[in-house]
């Protein structure tokens, strides 16, 4: 079935960095756009990388510039590379798959209806 597995979270002090992974199974991985979601205690989920099938990607103005969203379309992996962390970057991060095949500018939308496969988190926490 279609699975996606997240790792590489963790506990680290402001300024540090991290890289989560994405595992993806059951399906084929470079026919749909990926991103990385955050949701922290009391907040809504929202999106802070996205990345098209030919690894055009954007980001949320809070990460652009410290995060990097990239995929490994040959192994089948989703990462993002996480610097200067901030205690405000506090929070699960989920990855997901568009819901729909294809790679148009429209599959970068963070609106979490038109992400149809998730998984099931990994907690980054960054302290001060």
């Known amino acids: 079935q279609v699975q996606l597995v997240e790792s590489g979270g963790g506990s680290v002090q402001a300024g540090g960095s991290l890289r989560l992974s994405c595992a993806a199974s059951?399906?084929?991985?470079?026919?749909?756009?990926m991103a990385w979601f955050r949701q922290a205690p009391g907040k809504a989920r929202e999106g802070v990388a996205g990345?098209?099938?030919?690894?055009?990607?954007t980001y949320s103005d809070s990460v652009k510039g410290r995060f990097t969203i990239t995929r490994d379309n040959g192994n089948d992996v989703l990462y993002l590379k996480m610097n200067d962390l901030e205690p405000d970057d506090t929070a699960t991060y989920y990855c997901a798959r568009r819901a729909g095949q294809g790679s148009g500018p429209w599959c970068l939308d963070f609106s979490p209806e038109g992400w149809g496969v998730w998984g099931q988190g990994t907690q980054v926490t960054v302290s001060s």
């Open positions: 990345i098209r099938t030919g690894h055009a990607t």
């Open positions: 059951g399906y084929t991985f470079n026919a749909y756009c």
